[in-house]
């Protein structure tokens, strides 16, 4: 996106799980359908700008990403410039905490002014070789699991269906998906039910694409 952006982080105190924030555009005005990622973690903003990540990474230090907002909202752009990316590298390690190493592919974004700022911070760059998106593995697994399960079975009709669609697909794969990782938990954890003889109810999520299996009360 270009342009300035502010981002408005609340930590919740200790004890708590959950990373709350907003994404402002330069005017002031929030930016709806921005993709927020911490680690492994995945979610879009609401049209408050708002966003939530329950059960954020502890330890290492992570990198918070921000990618754009509605490319036909004004004065907006889905074409980030290397100084705003390296830019967003400050702001995400006001202090101190930058990570050891930054893994990233060859995109033009990536430019000198971007590694620059990133040795400046301590960073180790990584760079993966041309042509091997295979060795930026947790965006490349994401991006096909966005394919093989949701894209590859709609037809889209235009950017405002796409961000419907994918904002559907984000809340299932965040709440009801399994994940192999997690003991096949979702990344917002839901108990255990326990086993009983009830009937086993289908909720259709992403619009009957997938489904979230749970026993009438």
Request: hydrophobic residues 40%; glycine residues 8%; contains cysteine.
């Given at each position: 996106?270009?342009?300035?952006?502010?981002?408005t982080?609340?930590?919740?105190?200790?004890?708590?799980?959950?990373l709350?924030g907003?994404?402002?555009?330069?005017t002031?005005?929030p930016?709806?359908?921005?993709i927020?990622?911490?680690?492994?973690?995945?979610?879009?903003?609401?049209?408050?700008?708002?966003?939530l990540?329950?059960?954020p990474?502890?330890?290492?230090?992570?990198?918070?990403?921000?990618d754009?907002?509605?490319?036909?909202?004004?004065?907006?752009?889905?074409h980030?410039?290397?100084?705003?990316?390296?830019q967003?590298?400050?702001?995400a390690f006001?202090?101190?905490?930058?990570?050891?190493f930054?893994?990233?592919?060859?995109?033009?974004?990536?430019?000198e002014?971007?590694?620059r700022?990133?040795?400046?911070?301590?960073?180790?760059e990584?760079?993966?070789?041309?042509?091997?998106p295979?060795?930026n593995?947790?965006?490349?697994?994401?991006?096909g699991?966005?394919?093989?399960?949701?894209?590859d079975?709609?037809?889209?009709?235009?950017?405002?269906?796409?961000?419907?669609?994918?904002?559907a697909?984000?809340h299932?794969?965040?709440?009801?998906?399994?994940h192999?990782a997690?003991?096949?938990?979702?990344?917002v954890?839901?108990?255990?039910?326990?086993?009983?003889?009830?009937?086993?109810?289908a909720i259709p999520?992403?619009g009957g694409?997938?489904?979230?299996?749970?026993?009438?009360?």
């Amino acid at each position: 996106m270009g342009g300035a952006i502010s981002l408005t982080l609340q930590v919740q105190p200790a004890g708590q799980t959950s990373l709350a924030g907003q994404v402002l555009d330069e005017t002031g005005a929030p930016v709806q359908g921005a993709i927020i990622t911490l680690g492994t973690l995945n979610t879009t903003t609401d049209a408050a700008g708002n966003f939530l990540l329950a059960n954020p990474p502890v330890g290492a230090s992570q990198l918070l990403l921000i990618d754009g907002g509605p490319a036909s909202s004004p004065g907006k752009s889905l074409h980030p410039t290397t100084a705003w990316a390296a830019q967003q590298v400050v702001e995400a390690f006001p202090f101190d905490e930058a990570p050891r190493f930054l893994l990233h592919d060859r995109d033009a974004i990536f430019g000198e002014g971007f590694r620059r700022r990133v040795r400046d911070l301590g960073i180790t760059e990584v760079r993966i070789a041309p042509r091997a998106p295979w060795q930026n593995p947790y965006v490349e697994r994401l991006i096909g699991s966005i394919r093989r399960e949701c894209l590859d079975h709609a037809i889209v009709l235009g950017e405002a269906h796409l961000r419907r669609v994918l904002t559907a697909y984000l809340h299932y794969y965040h709440e009801a998906r399994p994940h192999l990782a997690l003991a096949r938990d979702a990344p917002v954890p839901r108990a255990a039910e326990r086993r009983r003889r009830a009937e086993v109810l289908a909720i259709p999520r992403v619009g009957g694409l997938h489904h979230r299996y749970a026993r009438a009360a």
